[in-house]
């Protein structure tokens, strides 16, 4: 997302010199009836003679238009090289797999499979990584490693989602949160399946990494 913004303000730019190049008149009072006259000598300096001349003269007309259609060529390339499958925004964010170092690093399609399941069946309580019914208790990565046993990763999180407990992990909440155990109570949670969960849990813990600050900051950022 980055990289393909970038691409755009740059093929903006080269666009917009070429048109400002073609098409900003002279200016005009004194200063720009001097500078007329200094580029018309340094012009008339720099002219070939003969067949040279009348070949430049035959030209010239089309300079500006050979350089704006130059511009808008290079702005089309850039943008399509940004529309290739770029995964910069994805790509060398680890996310941890389970409580013994194993990591996982995510592909865009499984990053937009958890978001869009995330927002459907979680968001409505945990909009931005907040908690809504408890405003001490988040999705932030702090409030995650400070539970028990620590959701900090993935099958951490699965196991939540199909026994939710209690943030000292002492009490079952299975009717009172969306669950697997509860998903009689809890439609949304019928369809589930165990990969679901995973993809859930990978994109919440990928916002804990990229952006720390705002993922369960609460009603300041959301």
């Known amino acids: 997302m980055r990289r ?7 093929a903006a730019g080269v666009v917009g010199l070429s048109l400002h ?24 300096s720099e002219l070939p003679t003969g067949s040279a001349a009348e070949e430049f003269a035959s030209s010239s007309p089309w300079d500006g238009a050979v350089r704006m259609l130059a511009g808008v060529a290079l ?7 940004s529309a290739g499958p770029a995964l910069a925004d994805v ?8 409580g013994k170092g194993k990591t996982v690093m995510l592909t865009k399609e499984g990053l937009n499979r958890g978001k869009r399941l995330f927002n459907n069946a979680c968001a409505t309580c945990h909009v931005g990584g907040g908690t809504r019914t408890n405003q ?15 959701r900090d990763n993935i099958e951490s999180l699965v196991d939540y989602q ?3 407990t209690t943030y000292d992990g ?7 949160h969306p669950s697997i155990r509860g998903a009689d109570i809890w439609p949304k949670m019928q369809s589930m399946k165990q990969s679901d969960l995973y993809d859930i849990s990978a994109y919440m813990l990928y916002m804990t990494a990229t952006i720390p600050e705002k993922w369960g900051g609460g009603k300041q950022y959301y």
Do not use: H, M, W, Y
């Not at 190049?21 to 018309?40: D, I, M, W």
């Open 91 to 98: 790509d060398d964010v680890l996310v941890p797999v389970d």
């Open 75 to 81: 702005g089309a390339a850039l943008l399509a090289a």
């Open 170 to 176: 002492l009490k079952d909440i299975s009717e009172v």
């Open 21 to 44: 190049s073609v098409f900003v008149a002279p200016g005009t009072g004194a200063r720009g009836a001097a500078a007329r006259e200094l580029a018309a000598g340094a012009v008339q």
């Open 4 to 10: 393909t913004a970038s691409c755009i303000v740059v």
């Open 162 to 164: 199909n026994n939710p």
């Open 136 to 150: 001490n208790v988040g999705l932030g990565i702090e409030e995650l490693k400070g539970s028990t046993p620590p």
